[in-house]
Nanobody, 122 residues
């Protein structure tokens, strides 16, 4: 059974950086796309970024140029480097397995982790 666990969240001032990690256990994820989503209480979970098995990447417009998704298959880990953080980036961030880096629909992702809280103060 595949299990994903996010880590790296925290409290940071606007303009700061955080690196989130999503570690897979149970089986390899090297042949899958991996996505990062975020959710604010009372709102729907939204797509942030995804990386394909071929290292292709895709980002939502609001994070382009600030966030970078990458993967380390040897360590079964996907990262989300977040720079120039803004208060509107505050959310719980989740990772999940998906069909491709171009898949934005959260309903097509599976094996969600528990999430990690990111709070950006102004």
């Amino acid at each position: 059974q595949l299990h994903l666990e996010e880590s790296g969240g925290g409290l940071v001032q606007a303009g700061g950086s955080l690196r989130l990690s999503c570690e897979a256990s149970g089986r390899t994820v090297s042949s899958y796309a991996m996505g990062w989503f975020r959710q604010v209480s009372g709102k729907e979970r939204e797509f942030v970024a995804a990386i394909g098995w071929d290292d292709s990447t895709y980002y939502v417009d609001s994070v382009k140029g600030r966030f970078t998704i990458s993967r380390d298959n040897a360590h079964r880990t996907v990262y989300l480097q977040m720079n120039s953080l803004k208060p509107e980036d505050t959310a719980i961030y989740y990772c999940a397995v998906g069909p491709s880096s171009r898949t934005l629909n959260r309903h097509l992702y599976d094996y969600w982790g528990q999430g990690t809280q990111v709070t950006v103060s102004s």
